[in-house]
């Protein structure tokens, strides 16, 4: 039997995209997230970034990253609970409290540096990213035209379809360790974690990720 995604072309040319970003070029990788509060989307809750920087590191065993999370001061109280698990002060390291101006500041800083100033190819990471995107703009910050981006939901389902696709199922049938998630700061990384082992051939050839019985077995999950 074959690959029953793969033989897609446009979803191999997909998986082929992400692998010589990151496998291969060794882009900067910036991963994002937002939390929204539950009963009213439209408003932010918490902004996490996670920053794997190639340059200073690729011989190292155990990379580095910059992990950055963000609580506006305006919704400093506001907390979900009801539907979404309430992790909003569960971050691994140190949260930051700003305000809404000072954060779209800060993010636009960041993007503006790796995706314009910076000599050096970056992609955009994150878990059905254009969402995520969206709540940025609408905060106020900018992204140059064309930027690359991986997006590690879409990186699941062209290999193995769009059952089990959020972050939480991913990372479970991956093995990959994990706590906290619905925290934008643990969400951000753990996203990063996931696109750089998706995008590893020897992982997935070490893991089996493209065997038809991982396939098969992920259907029964």
């Known amino acids: 039997k074959r690959h029953t995604y793969l033989m897609n072309s446009n979803n191999f040319e997909y998986l082929k995209n992400a692998v010589t ?4 070029e060794n882009h900067i990788l910036i991963s994002i997230d937002i939390e929204a509060f539950e009963t009213n989307t439209y408003i932010i809750i918490e902004l996490g970034l996670t920053i794997y920087d190639p340059r200073f590191q690729l011989s ?5 990253f910059q992990k950055i999370h963000l609580i506006p001061s305006e919704v400093f109280e506001f907390r979900n609970g009801l539907f979404i698990t309430d992790n909003k002060f569960k971050f691994i390291g140190e949260s930051i409290i700003l305000t809404f101006e000072k954060c779209a500041i800060l993010m636009q800083v960041i993007i503006n540096y790796y995706f314009t100033e910076l000599d050096y190819p970056c992609s955009l990471v994150g ?3 254009c969402g995520d995107i969206k709540w940025l703009k609408e ?13 590690t939901q879409d990186l699941w389902t062209t290999s193995f379809g769009t059952e089990t696709s ?3 199922n991913v990372l479970r049938i991956l093995n990959i ?16 974690i996931l696109a750089m082992n998706l995008s590893d051939p020897l992982y997935r050839i070490n893991n089996k990720l493209d065997s038809i019985e991982f396939i098969e077995n992920i259907k029964k999950k």
């Open 177 to 192: 360790p994990h706590s906290n998630l619905h925290n934008a700061g643990n969400d951000s990384y753990f996203t990063l």
């Open 21 to 24: 970003k990151v496998f291969i």
């Open 166 to 168: 959020s972050l939480g």
């Open 60 to 64: 190292t065993l155990n990379p580095s």
């Open 127 to 129: 878990h059905n990213v």
């Open 139 to 151: 905060l106020g910050v900018r992204f140059p035209e064309n930027h690359s981006i991986i997006d």
